[in-house]
């Protein structure tokens, strides 16, 4: 086992999501068990200012006392005592995600829990959707780049102790890995591999708007062909028309633009356009016309080059006719 090799996949996906800010503060929520060990050691190698919570449902007797004994010496953790007992599997991941809020927390999903979550997921919601890099409270998963043997065989070449839960074997989860996933394992050696492809969009949409997609870019746009391009903006993607030549008329939306002028073009807004000549920009002209947001990109623009001449509707030009129909 390359530790450090291990260790730079999980960076290289920390950078990739923007998980945790380069040598920032995280809590890992830690049962003892080697995933959550791994999750510890890993991070704490790689730099980050690690602390650690575990939760002691109370479920187990002594194998409860004994992971908190063991997570608050091993790993330093505090433990929170919480009283699990009658609730439902969901009901108990709630209550592990109760603690610790004023802190950017990770657990130690792997791509095996992913795998798992996708087949329950499907059979429980018709839909196979899994675990996000990040939750919709800012709970972290650095590890889902990583199988469930690769952490044991972390942890063994650390040499970290670790705790089993053998509690697991009696939940829904343990059903779909003890039993589920062996006998689609049968049917097909690579059927965890090819589960987990579900969650890619880039097994089924185009390469080019699949690496915008995955691009860490600010501001991207892509050619898919046919004078289509795909249009990224940070959290935000649309789809426009590429650049049209305004020979006679053109018909955009509701707008029909006509011109005799030669060399003009018709193209959605990009950001960093400006007026032809001036200083200000398209997008300030939007905003001085009132224009929502949601509206802006499917607006049409007159240029010659990379200068805007005219916005149809609010900027005229003496050449151009532009009626919204």
């Not at 920390?14 to 945790?20: A, E, T, Y």
């Amino acid at each position: 086992m390359d530790t450090e090799a291990l260790r730079a996949r999980i960076e290289q996906y920390v950078r990739r999501h923007g998980l945790i800010e380069p040598g920032g503060e995280v809590c890992c929520l830690v049962s003892g068990g080697a995933d959550s060990t791994c999750l510890w050691h890993a991070l704490r190698a790689l730099g980050y200012r690690v602390t650690a919570v575990h939760v002691n449902h109370r479920l187990r007797g002594a194998d409860s006392e004994e992971d908190a004994r063991f997570c608050a010496a091993t790993l330093g953790a505090e433990v929170v005592e919480l009283d699990g007992r009658g609730l439902s599997e969901a009901e108990l991941r709630e209550q592990r995600y109760s603690v610790a809020r004023d802190r950017l927390r990770a657990t130690g999903h792997t791509a095996s829990d992913q795998v798992e979550t996708i087949l329950y997921r499907i059979v429980s919601r018709g839909a196979p959707t899994g675990i996000e890099p990040r939750r919709g409270d800012g709970v972290v998963h650095p590890l889902l780049p990583l199988w469930r043997e690769e952490t044991d065989a972390y942890c063994a070449a650390e040499g970290m102790a670790v705790r089993v839960d053998a509690s697991n074997a009696g939940t829904k989860r343990g059903a779909i890995r003890d039993e589920i996933l062996p006998l689609l394992r049968r049917l097909h050696p690579a059927a965890d591999e090819n589960l987990l492809r579900l969650l890619d969009p880039r097994e089924t949409l185009p390469p080019a708007l699949a690496d915008l997609l995955a691009s860490p870019a600010g501001s991207k746009r892509v050619d898919l062909g046919g004078g289509l391009q795909a249009v990224r903006e940070y959290d935000r993607l649309w789809l426009e028309r590429g650049p049209v030549d305004l020979a006679g008329e053109v018909r955009w939306g509701p707008w029909c633009i006509r011109s005799e002028l030669q060399g003009l073009k018709v193209r959605g807004w990009r950001p960093g356009d400006r007026l032809a000549g001036r200083s200000k920009k398209i997008q300030d002209v939007f905003v001085d016309a009132k224009i929502p947001r949601s509206e802006r990109e499917a607006w049409p623009l007159v240029v010659r080059g990379d200068e805007v001449i005219a916005v149809p509707g609010i900027v005229e030009h003496a050449g151009v006719e532009a009626v919204r129909e």
